[in-house]
């Protein structure tokens, strides 16, 4: 693992994608899909926090859920936006 329990944000992004409750878009890799699948997100919800605490560092529990919630809520549900906008346009993204 090379990701820094000091940076919250990183941490997340990395326990989100490593349980695969989000993934990036594979033809726009700055769209990050939210899967929607409960297990893996309470998995990386334990793996985050697991992280945090392997280094001694003290995230509160609320600025954790606050960078889920960000994380999350930024993400697009199911399907990448700009896909589904290319197929109700007709164009090939494949």
Known sequence: MSVDP????????YALESTRATMACPFHWDVMIRVGDDAAE???WAR?????????????????????GQQLGK???GCCPQCEHAR???????
């Not at 000091?6 to 992004?13: C, E, F, M, Q």
């Open 42 to 44: 309470s998995h990386a």
């Open 6 to 13: 000091d940076d919250l944000i990183a941490v997340v992004r």
């Open 48 to 68: 985050a926090r697991n992280i945090i605490k392997s280094d001694g560092t003290k995230w509160k529990v609320e600025a954790l859920r606050e960078e889920f």
């Open 88 to 94: 109700a346009c007709g164009v090939k993204t494949s």
């Open 75 to 77: 993400a697009a549900d």
